[in-house]
């Protein structure tokens, strides 16, 4: 089977060819860091983690690299505002963003370059551009020439005549077009600023992700990624500097994300519907956050709310309950069902519809659907007086296997079930059994202080996080 993907730049999807066989290049634009992050930028961290994840677990090595924009107009007028400076508002909230994402189960990149540490590459890329005349400089700024470019607007399928028809020149810019674009900025009295041979200043938003690409995966990469509202200007951008200065093409697949809307919505401070990643963490089991994510096709927009939310709960909680009927079962189960193939062959099947489904542009919607069934013939097949431990273990490596795609990790879990507790739900277990049902009633209450909750079930006791 062939992973297939859609493609912005062609607006298809499109078989996924590596530039060199088993690897995959991928670039994902990381947050301007002078504040917490949103709900809006944890959905490109969890979805593009999963898309990464997905490729590791097709056998390909992931060259991952995500950028932090640690110097820019946003953090500056933060930095005054707290009364700080640059660096330290930038290292605080990079700090902040790696600790909200580590809790969203989203594995760290291979790479994470700043601003602040490629200037040299930055510099040297514009000194490229202005070379061949794609860019000009004029009193310590530095402009790129869209025009200049043939096939700016290929991205974000607009021809140049109307991108230029909504373009302006702000006042203090000296651009030769309103389609022109900053590559570097002479920095204003007071502001953190880089020697250049156009004088003191700082990057421009879009020639950075350029010349971090270049530097940590090559001129050419396989995937460049990021939210729906960076493919104009940003993404378009970084094509005509990329393209322009390596005369090369620069990414071959360009995946873009879905909005998120809350209460059917667009998130937006002025609607009052703003909600921080790190606030929502505090009230939810960060991997229901991220399960939620994932319910929804990466491209399509998704609605959030409580009800949804607490909907994929319970349905995580069903997948939870599934593999730990099947750990229970397999202390008594042998190797002697006489339909222990039949059961294999099912669960393979359902193996391969859940990479059928993922090779079709990650469509994690309906690859959670095929789990659901996975965890439904589970239950089935204890349903059985007889079952086999081969049969369980393969059921319980696939919903792993699963899992680990969409980066759900249950088995955690389990591990937090220490001695203590094991040795409380015996006694109490014993309890039951002697009629002691004061002593049972004492064990439950004193597990749920430990936040175990217990079930009694046909198979015996079951155990959940409360």
Same mark, same amino acid.
């Given at each position: 089977?062939?992973?297939?993907?859609?493609?912005?730049?062609?607006?298809?999807?499109?078989?996924?060819?590596?530039?060199?066989?088993?690897?995959?290049?991928?670039?994902?634009?990381?947050?301007?860091?002078?504040?917490?992050?949103?709900?809006?930028?944890?959905?490109?961290?969890?979805?593009?983690?999963?898309?990464?994840?997905?490729?590791?677990?097709?056998?390909?090595?992931?060259?991952?690299?995500?950028?932090?924009?640690?110097?820019?107009?946003?953090?500056?007028?933060?930095?005054?505002?707290?009364?700080?400076?640059?660096?330290?508002?930038?290292?605080?909230?990079?700090?902040?963003?790696?600790?909200?994402?580590?809790?969203?189960?989203?594995?760290?990149?291979?790479?994470?370059?700043?601003?602040?540490?490629?200037?040299?590459?930055? *510099? @040297?890329?514009? %000194?490229?551009?202005? /070379? +061949?005349? $794609? =860019?000009?400089?004029?009193?310590?700024?530095? !402009?790129?020439?869209?025009?200049?470019?043939?096939?700016?607007?290929?991205?974000?399928?607009?021809?140049?005549?109307?991108?230029?028809?909504?373009?302006?020149?702000?006042?203090?810019?000296?651009?030769?077009?309103?389609?022109?674009?900053?590559?570097?900025?002479?920095?204003?009295?007071?502001?953190?600023?880089?020697?250049?041979?156009?004088?003191?200043?700082?990057?421009?938003?879009?020639?950075?992700?350029?010349?971090?690409?270049?530097?940590?995966?090559?001129?050419?990469?396989?995937?460049?990624?990021?939210?729906?509202?960076?493919?104009?200007?940003?993404?378009?951008?970084? *094509? @005509?500097?990329? %393209?322009?200065?390596? /005369? +090369?093409? $620069? =990414?071959?697949?360009?995946?873009?994300?879905? !909005?998120?809307?809350?209460?059917?919505?667009?998130?937006?401070?002025?609607?009052?519907?703003?909600?921080?990643?790190?606030?929502?963490?505090?009230?939810?089991?960060?991997?229901?956050?991220?399960?939620?994510?994932?319910?929804?096709?990466?491209?399509?927009?998704?609605?959030?709310?409580?009800?949804?939310?607490?909907?994929?709960?319970?349905?995580?909680?069903?997948?939870?309950?599934?593999?730990?009927?099947?750990?229970?079962?397999?202390?008594?189960?042998?190797?002697?069902?006489?339909?222990?193939?039949?059961?294999?062959?099912?669960?393979?099947?359902?193996?391969?519809?859940?990479? @059928?489904?993922?090779?079709?542009?990650?469509?994690?919607?309906? =690859?959670?659907?095929?789990?659901?069934?996975?965890?439904?013939?589970?239950?089935?097949?204890?349903?059985?007086?007889?079952?086999?431990?081969?049969?369980?273990?393969?059921?319980?490596?696939?919903?792993?296997?699963?899992?680990?795609?969409?980066?759900?990790?249950?088995?955690?879990?389990?591990?937090?079930?220490?001695?203590?507790?094991?040795?409380?739900?015996?006694?109490?277990?014993?309890?039951?059994?002697?009629?002691?049902?004061?002593?049972?009633?004492?064990?439950?209450?004193?597990?749920?202080?430990?936040?175990?909750?217990?079930?009694?079930?046909?198979?015996?006791?079951?155990?959940?996080?409360?």
């Amino acid at each position: 089977m062939t992973i297939t993907l859609y493609n912005t730049l062609t607006r298809e999807k499109e078989p996924f060819k590596p530039l060199e066989e088993g690897k995959v290049s991928m670039y994902v634009c990381g947050p301007t860091v002078y504040n917490y992050i949103h709900i809006g930028n944890a959905r490109p961290a969890i979805v593009f983690d999963m898309v990464r994840r997905y490729f590791e677990y097709r056998g390909y090595h992931v060259n991952y690299v995500l950028n932090f924009t640690d110097v820019d107009d946003k953090i500056i007028n933060a930095a005054k505002e707290l009364g700080e400076e640059v660096p330290d508002v930038a290292n605080r909230f990079i700090e902040a963003y790696l600790s909200d994402v580590e809790a969203l189960g989203v594995k760290k990149a291979t790479h994470n370059p700043r601003v602040t540490e490629t200037m040299d590459d930055i *510099i @040297a890329f514009i %000194e490229t551009l202005i /070379e +061949k005349d $794609f =860019a000009y400089a004029v009193n310590g700024d530095v !402009y790129f020439k869209p025009r200049a470019f043939n096939g700016y607007g290929k991205l974000s399928h607009q021809s140049i005549d109307d991108l230029r028809s909504g373009a302006r020149i702000k006042v203090g810019e000296q651009k030769q077009d309103p389609l022109d674009f900053a590559l570097w900025k002479h920095a204003k009295e007071g502001e953190i600023a880089w020697d250049s041979p156009w004088g003191r200043g700082r990057p421009g938003w879009h020639i950075e992700c350029s010349a971090m690409a270049k530097r940590y995966l090559g001129e050419t990469i396989d995937i460049h990624a990021g939210g729906q509202d960076l493919a104009f200007p940003h993404h378009e951008n970084e *094509i @005509a500097q990329s %393209e322009a200065g390596n /005369e +090369k093409t $620069f =990414a071959n697949y360009w995946l873009h994300n879905g !909005y998120i809307n809350i209460d059917n919505e667009k998130m937006s401070k002025s609607l009052g519907n703003f909600v921080l990643t790190r606030e929502l963490i505090e009230q939810h089991d960060p991997q229901v956050i991220r399960f939620f994510m994932l319910s929804v096709h990466y491209r399509n927009p998704i609605n959030f709310t409580e009800e949804l939310l607490e909907s994929a709960k319970h349905s995580l909680e069903r997948i939870k309950t599934a593999y730990s009927n099947l750990e229970h079962r397999k202390k008594s189960s042998l190797n002697l069902d006489e339909e222990a193939d039949q059961w294999l062959e099912k669960v393979k099947s359902l193996a391969d519809q859940f990479k @059928a489904e993922m090779d079709d542009d990650f469509n994690t919607a309906n =690859a959670i659907s095929v789990l659901f069934e996975l965890t439904k013939e589970a239950n089935r097949y204890l349903e059985s007086k007889q079952t086999s431990t081969k049969v369980i273990q393969a059921f319980q490596d696939t919903i792993l296997a699963i899992l680990g795609v969409l980066g759900i990790d249950i088995k955690q879990e389990e591990e937090m079930l220490d001695e203590e507790i094991e040795s409380l739900i015996q006694e109490r277990t014993e309890a039951r059994k002697n009629r002691d049902f004061e002593r049972a009633d004492k064990i439950r209450d004193t597990l749920k202080e430990k936040n175990i909750i217990l079930e009694d079930t046909a198979q015996g006791v079951r155990w959940k996080r409360g």
